[in-house]
T-cell receptor
């Protein structure tokens, strides 16, 4: 079955800096890669997703890149703000999640 | 106008008890899920139902029994609760088609279960 590895487990950045979270997956047949943001005490919420027919997708300060050959995908957050602080999860084929990255943006 | 709702939000109970968590979605989705999030924040799929039929049943003790009375509801019943069942349980839903690509999951707010 699919296995997803996510790094780093914790990430601390200064406000305004960029943050990058990386994930690798094992099943080359996987075609859908969502990213979720989970704020304290809440359920995960989709922030961006990418399908295997594209290599990059951007939505304002958030972008995701996908390298199908290497089986890895990354989340990029630019101009980070304190409200970006949360736990971020990657997933492959929607149901297999990485172990999460706790992002802290320091003012 | 909550999309996916769960009750209760908190559940504290003794070992050996039986308890249920309810989930409802008003999005008209045909697929619903239960996830378990442990103390390390690891999210793991437990069950998936499509149109009231079980389609995914991961390695979960048979003390856990999901029940879907209709497309909008997926309840989770847990028998003989154990300490290790303590976690946050999330319900989610999505709209899946027979041919369409996979679509966004909408998660509920979670139910924090504490077994004493």
């Amino acid at each position: 079955g699919e296995n997803v590895e996510q790094h780093p487990s914790t990430l601390s950045v200064q406000e305004g800096d960029s943050a990058v979270i990386k994930c690798t997956y094992s099943d080359s047949a996987s075609n859908y890669f969502p990213w979720y943001k989970q704020e304290l005490g809440k359920g995960p919420q989709l922030i961006i997703d990418i399908r295997s027919n594209v290599g990059e997708k951007k939505d304002q300060r958030i972008a995701v890149t996908l390298n199908k050959t290497a089986k890895h995908f990354s989340l990029h957050i630019t101009e980070t703000q304190p409200e970006d602080s949360a736990v971020y999860f990657c997933a492959a084929e929607k149901l297999v999640f990485g172990k999460g990255t706790k992002l802290t943006v320091n003012p | 106008d909550t999309a996916v709702s769960q009750t209760p939000k908190y559940l504290v109970t003794q070992m050996g008890n039986d308890k249920s968590i309810k989930c409802e979605q008003n999005l008209g989705h045909d697929t619903m899920y239960w996830y378990k999030q442990d103390s390390k924040k690891f999210l793991k799929i437990m069950f998936s139902y499509n149109n009231k039929e079980l389609i995914i049943n991961e390695t979960v003790p048979n003390r856990f029994s999901p029940k879907s009375p209709d497309k909008a509801h997926l309840n989770l019943h847990i028998n003989s609760l154990e300490l290790g069942d303590s976690a946050v349980y999330f319900c989610a839903s999505s709209q899946e088609g027979t041919v369409a690509p996979q679509n966004e999951q909408f998660f509920g707010p979670g139910t924090r279960l504490t077994v004493l």
